[in-house]
Nanobody, 124 residues
Framework: QLQLVESGGDLVQPGGSLRLSCAVSGFNWDYYAIGWFRRTPEKEREGVACILPSSGVTHYGDSVKGRFTISRDNAENTVYLQMNSLTPEDTGVYYC?????????????????WGDGTQVTVSS
């Protein structure tokens, strides 16, 4: 059964860091990109970052470049999102998703399986 399960969401102060995890199972991720998206009060769904697990190629949304890093652990079938220098604007529900293609783009329509999300709240 194909599954993506997010974890790691929490309440963190502005300027702090958090690492999210996405445990993937039920398919061979060598052929598909894995992406992180978020739903914030301002945006229904925004692309954050994606990665091709087979090659490590990554792509980031403009609002997180230089602050967030996506990575993968092939042995654990897990994709991580390291988030640094967090601001209140990063508050939202973060989802990981499986793409239907083997290239990395942050377009929701190109992802066909989604996790249930994990809540990130940045507040003092």
């Amino acid at each position: 059964q194909l599954q993506l399960v997010e974890s790691g969401g929490d309440l963190v102060q502005p300027g702090g860091s958090l690492r999210l995890s996405c445990a993937v199972s039920g398919f061979n991720w060598d052929y598909y990109a894995i992406g992180w998206f978020r739903r914030t009060p301002e945006k229904e769904r925004e692309g954050v970052a994606c990665i091709l697990p087979s090659s490590g190629v990554t792509h980031y949304g403009d609002s997180v470049k230089g602050r967030f890093t996506i990575s993968r652990d092939n042995a654990e079938n897990t994709v991580y999102l390291q988030m640094n220098s967090l601001t209140p604007e990063d508050t939202g529900v973060y989802y990981c998703a499986k793409s239907t293609y083997n290239y990395c783009v942050l377009s929701m329509g190109m992802y066909n399986y989604w996790g249930d999300g994990t809540q990130v709240t940045v507040s003092s």
